[in-house]
């Protein structure tokens, strides 16, 4: 989650590089961010850093 929205968090070497947060209104998507900013991936990416992680859903490509 980020700043309370649901959110897919793009990593490389458990560094963030970028960030996609899906706006919900009645359960469904209304509208899609993407954080690319490299002050704003900063921040998100020391908070990343300070929690543990599930098996990512996917590893590769």
Known sequence: MVNGSPAMVATVDDQV???VV???RDGKIAG?????APERIARLDAQ???RDHEVPLIEAW
């Open 22 to 24: 899906f706006d919900m």
């Open 48 to 50: 990343w850093r300070q």
């Open 32 to 36: 899609v961010h993407g954080i690319a």
């Open 17 to 19: 590089r970028g960030v």
